[in-house]
């Protein structure tokens, strides 16, 4: 049995973007009250720390970090219109980029054998020196930079499986190969980018690899996915640590998107990628919420994370079913990383 990290606390509640908004605190609350009452042991609860400015500026401009930090103790200010912020939202997001910071320790320093950082307002959309999509700083991006830069890790896997294309992830690291940033999503959706010949650029050229999917598809095209390419693919790169945006926006019961995965399709990412942090680099991954907007979607899909985090990495994979609709979009990814792809 492995250790397991849940990074939370009842903070995170304290972001209110605004009436009606399904980025609400309930999501959290569902969260915790899930992890309340697994009750299991080698389940070890730990309390987020705030992000310092000095972590944040790893990914985000000076002038930007200033202007949501000029928000604290506002009413209200909306940087757009879905991306809005309350009183608390400045010292909820340092508390969401420094909880994942927390995971990662944890991870690093052997407190646990991998974690899941249960925290919000998410992160993959914001941009260095933009907020958009419910998001304010880039929590798993500033982690990313952090274990590299402060940590001294060489080469870091983000598999970001939230319904929604991480655009301010891919973004912040296009033109790294130290950072690959593997994106499965719905497409054409917000926020529009994500198309396969989006690839990385400069030295990033390969390092980005996205798999955009029409609505409906569901757990056997996901899986597959993974066998065909996002796993091998991380096998290649052979990551240091694992990231993982993990948001249940893909859930078949979520209202702001048209997919299908269901629990087991959560349990099946997250054990494929399990066993290849395994096999990479002893282990060691951090799950992170991103999206979900369904209260029972997310409570169920985090327990199945959080249950099969905790099992022996040697759980045998069971196969994806057929999934074949998903392989010409993978035909496609292979083809647009072929010729620049060449580790050994
Ligand atoms: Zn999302």
Redesign the pocket.
């Known amino acids: 049995m492995l250790r397991t990290a849940l990074v939370t606390d009842r903070r995170y509640l304290n972001h209110h973007p605004g009436r009606a908004h399904p980025e609400r605190p309930e999501r959290v609350e569902a969260m915790i009250e899930m992890a309340d009452g697994l009750g299991r042991e080698g389940l070890k609860f730990i309390a987020p720390r705030e992000a310092t400015l000095e972590e944040l500026a790893l990914c985000h401009d000076g002038d930007y970090i200033a202007s949501v930090a000029r928000t604290a103790g506002l009413d209200h200010y909306a940087f757009d219109p879905d991306t809005r912020t309350s009183p608390e939202s400045y010292r909820t997001a340092l508390l969401a980029a420094g909880g994942v910071l927390t995971a990662a320790e944890a991870v690093l320093e052997a407190v646990a054998d991998n974690a899941f950082a249960i925290v919000r307002p998410p992160g993959h959309h914001a941009l260095p020196a933009r907020a958009m999509g419910f998001c304010l700083f880039n929590n798993v991006a500033i982690a990313a930079a952090w274990l590299m830069q402060k940590r001294g890790l060489k080469r870091i896997a983000i598999i970001d499986w939230?319904?929604?294309h991480g655009n301010g992830t891919q973004d912040i690291f296009y033109y790294s190969s130290d950072v690959l940033y593997v994106s499965t999503h719905q497409f054409p959706h917000y926020p529009g980018t994500g198309s396969i010949d989006e690839i990385g650029e400069g030295p990033g050229e390969g390092f980005t690899v996205n798999v955009p999917m029409p609505s409906m598809f569901g757990d056997a095209e996901y899986l597959r996915a993974f066998d065909e390419l996002i796993i091998p693919v991380c096998q290649e790169f052979k990551p240091e640590f694992v990231l993982v945006s993990a948001?249940f926006?893909c859930h078949f019961r979520d209202p702001l998107a048209s997919m299908r995965v269901t629990e087991s399709g959560f349990l099946g990412m997250t054990r494929r990628i399990k066993r290849m942090a395994a096999e990479c680099c002893e282990g060691r991954m951090v799950a992170v919420l991103?999206?979900g907007y369904d209260l029972k979607a997310l409570a169920d899909s985090g327990q199945a994370v959080i249950d099969e985090l905790g099992r022996d990495a040697d759980e045998p994979v069971s196969p994806a079913g057929d999934g074949d609709r998903v392989m010409p979009i993978i035909e496609r990814a292979r083809n647009a990383r072929a010729p620049i792809w060449k580790m050994d």
Request: net charge negative.
């Open positions: 939230d319904v929604h948001g926006d991103e999206g």
